[in-house]
């Protein structure tokens, strides 16, 4: 089964405070995975996928095959980072499979 | 260029009405995907579109759903007899396609279906 989780509806951290939002993932291929993030008001947009292995606004997220699992991390938080954020796997075919999303609240 | 755009952006609608939303994917995108966002249910996918064909639609949730493209452009969902259960955002996609290594998908604003 092709399946994706975020355990963590909602994540509130202090300004300047790391930030670790999980993903763990289900797929019997090799996986294609992604961050996209929805700003208040905004359309869903790509952050980062593991392809590339970039830095996207100080976020990193590191495939681990062995743990399944590709979180999302960023070492000083901003109040800008306030978003709703959900980690996707690219299934068989091109469509994407989404986790229920992670509500990141960053206090000042 | 404009990135993917959708209309209407909100369609208020009466239970047992047909609805249709439409889709205009960035130009020269091949593939073009429909999702639906909702409180309960998150963001799920509903049909995939490679040009005018499509070769996954295992996400419409029932045969009151349809979506076609035509001319590998422009993309209709088609909700026929519109149940309370149908109240979320759709949400239309495109992308280069052809399987590309880390092929990014580009979302639009979505179109907020309310069914009353």
């Known amino acids: 089964a092709q399946r994706v989780t975020q355990p963590e509806k909602l994540l509130s951290v202090f300004k300047g405070a790391p930030v670790e939002l999980k993903c763990n993932y289900s797929y019997s291929g090799s996986p294609e995975l992604f961050w996209y993030v929805q700003y208040s008001r905004q359309r869903l947009q790509l952050l980062l996928r593991?392809?590339s292995r970039e830095s996207i606004k100080g976020f990193t997220a590191d495939l681990n095959k062995g743990e399944t699992s590709f979180h999302l991390k960023k070492p000083f938080a901003q109040e800008e980072d306030s978003a709703m954020y959900y980690c996707?796997?690219?299934?068989?075919?091109?469509?994407?499979?989404f986790g229920t999303g992670t509500l990141l609240a960053v206090q000042p | 260029g404009a990135g993917v755009s959708q209309s209407p952006s909100n369609k208020v609608t009466e239970k047992g009405k047909d609805v249709e939303l439409r889709c205009d994917p960035i130009?020269?995108?091949?593939?073009l995907y429909w999702y639906r966002q909702s409180l309960g249910q998150g963001l799920e996918f509903l049909i995939y579109f490679q040009g005018n064909s499509a070769p996954d639609k295992s996400g419409l949730p029932s045969d009151r759903f349809s979506a076609e493209r035509t001319g590998g452009s422009v993309s209709t969902l088609t909700i026929q007899r519109t149940q309370q259960e149908d109240s979320a955002v759709y949400l239309c996609a495109s992308s280069l396609g052809f399987r590309l290594a880390g092929d990014e998908q580009f979302f639009g604003p979505g179109t907020r279906l309310t069914v009353l």
């Open positions: 996707a796997l690219r299934g068989a075919t091109n469509k994407l499979i």
């Open positions: 593991h392809i």
């Open positions: 130009s020269g995108h091949t593939a």
